[in-house]
């Protein structure tokens, strides 16, 4: 039997969505919502929050928040930090990378020569 594929999804691709600015995007989170299992990190939540400018984009925040997977940053992933943090410009983007190595996941982003792909898969949009 093969296994689902799981994807982490990054708050770009999740913005894009909810704002609707580009229908290409909305119909890519679509595809990966149909062809596999979506994630998203606590970090992408908090920066979907920040993003939110009234009371409707937060209903939406929420909304999505409870359709996807939400996962949270356990203390395994900064044992690791040290080891990848010199790939990374920031922390918030290495530990995003740590949850999908940590977690078998394929990072789904617009954010270009951001992630290594050398243990992680990574799908750019």
């Known amino acids: 039997m093969q296994r689902e594929t799981q994807f982490l999804i990054d708050t770009e691709i999740i913005i894009d969505y909810l704002n609707f600015n580009d229908q290409k995007f909305k119909s890519d989170l679509i595809k990966f919502l149909s062809e596999g299992k979506c994630f998203t990190t606590v970090l992408n939540a908090t920066e979907l929050y920040l993003n939110s400018k009234n009371i409707i984009q937060i209903e939406a925040v929420t909304k999505f928040l409870y359709s996807i997977n939400v996962l949270g940053l ?52």
Do not use: G, M, Q, W
């Open 74 to 125: 356990h203390p395994r992933y900064s044992l690791k930090v040290s080891e990848f943090s010199t790939d990374f410009k920031d922390t918030r983007d290495c530990l995003f990378y740590l949850v999908a190595l940590f977690n078998n996941l394929t990072i789904v982003t617009k954010k270009k020569n951001v992630y290594p792909e050398r243990k992680v898969k990574i799908i750019l949009l």
